[in-house]
């Protein structure tokens, strides 16, 4: 995600009236009701065998099992564009302080937390996703609270818009943030591997590009057939690392036409392909359709790090992708991608095949 200067996507406050239909959801007010998208697909039963790849970054580093194990990474991200990371690393207590201030922040009141709220048409700070127009039910709110911000590089942060309460949440970020970029640049190295391109081709793709997170807190629902905590999209730029705060599942991936419910792996990443990266492996890694439902009685509450990425300023595959069998995708101005990107965001739609050759 990235901030937005136009008002193609907006996110909208938390207010009082939204603050007590999450506190008390025996009336759901009707922007949030969405009863068709909530049952539009059918959800793949617990009975059938529906996990999603696990990838161990112990085995990537070990050179006797590390070309196997890449070879299933990138068999993840050709199939599922999605996989849990187990062993990655990450220093555990780092992990653990950003889940503490993740749920202190979300536990504050009201009033604290919109101190660092959503300010005009501005896309970081605390408040909803962002509304969707419908043509047939107009602007409709997802069932959650979130905060986003950007975290690298450093000199993009907007500090006005950093909680101070918890009061180490702004330490806890800084070396997350530091933690996740190390460790996207490892899962680099094994793609790049995977795709039989140079590691430091890949990797400058990614380098100095902008890093942004954001933290989601999506509330019990005593009605979930009615809302949904995050509508079905793609993620726009390049990777995506999930840290799940709780047990609480919720998100859902499309394949073959289906939902598959995630059933989060403790102390696991949750990573997908973005729609950049989709396009810069020429399609070899997939970008899919995912979603969040709502739990009746348990809170979801996840942190998320998006890492942007392009090639020489472009959003393009990757040259030596195309050799032989050609480009798949057009190589558009970043910025013009973006303004693509918005634009599908706010109507709910997909937008890869438009940059298809």
């Not at 603050?19 to 009707?30: E, L, M, N, R």
């Not at 009605?223 to 599942?249: A, F, I, Q, W, Y």
């Amino acid at each position: 995600m990235e901030a937005s200067r136009n008002k193609l996507v907006n996110r909208n406050e938390i207010t009082d009236e939204a603050a007590s239909a999450f506190a008390d959801s025996a009336q759901i007010p009707d922007k949030y009701v969405r009863t068709d998208e909530v049952a539009d697909g059918v959800v793949v039963g617990e009975d059938e065998t529906n996990e999603l790849p696990i990838i161990d970054m112990a085995k990537l580093l070990d050179p006797k099992m590390s070309k196997m194990e890449a070879a299933k990474l990138g068999s993840a991200c050709r199939h599922w564009g999605f996989f849990q990371l187990i062993n990655h690393g990450v220093n555990a207590a780092v992990i653990q302080h950003m889940k503490d201030n993740t749920a202190q922040f979300f536990a504050l009141p009201l009033d604290s937390k919109k101190t660092v709220a959503v300010r005009g048409d501005g896309f970081e700070g605390y408040g909803h996703h962002y509304t969707r127009t419908s043509a047939t039910s107009g602007d409709k709110l997802d069932w959650a609270e979130s905060v986003i911000l950007i975290t690298q590089p450093v000199q993009d942060r907007n500090m006005a818009l950093w909680p101070t309460n918890p009061p180490t949440f702004r330490q806890a970020l800084d070396l997350y943030s530091v933690e996740i970029t190390n460790l996207t640049r490892q899962l680099l190295d094994f793609m790049a591997a995977d795709l039989g391109v140079e590691q430091a081709a890949l990797l400058e793709t990614f380098a100095g590009k902008r890093q942004s997170m954001a933290i989601h807190h999506y509330p019990p629902c005593r009605h979930p057939e009615k809302v949904m905590g995050n509508t079905p999209h793609t993620d726009g730029l390049g990777l995506t690392l999930l840290l799940h705060v709780d047990d609480t599942p919720g998100l859902q991936i499309k394949k073959g036409g289906r939902w598959f419910p995630v059933r989060p792996v403790p102390g696991a990443f949750v990573v997908n392909v973005g729609d950049i990266l989709h396009i810069m492996t020429n399609g070899a890694y997939r970008s899919v359709e995912h979603r969040v439902v709502v739990d009746a009685v348990r809170g979801r509450t996840t942190a998320v790090i998006f890492q942007d990425a392009s090639v020489d300023g472009m959003v393009a595959p990757l040259p030596e992708l195309v050799e032989g069998g050609g480009a798949r995708y057009k190589s558009v101005e970043r910025s013009q991608y973006l303004k693509v990107r918005f634009s599908a965001l706010a109507k709910g739609s997909g937008f890869l095949e438009s940059f298809k050759v």
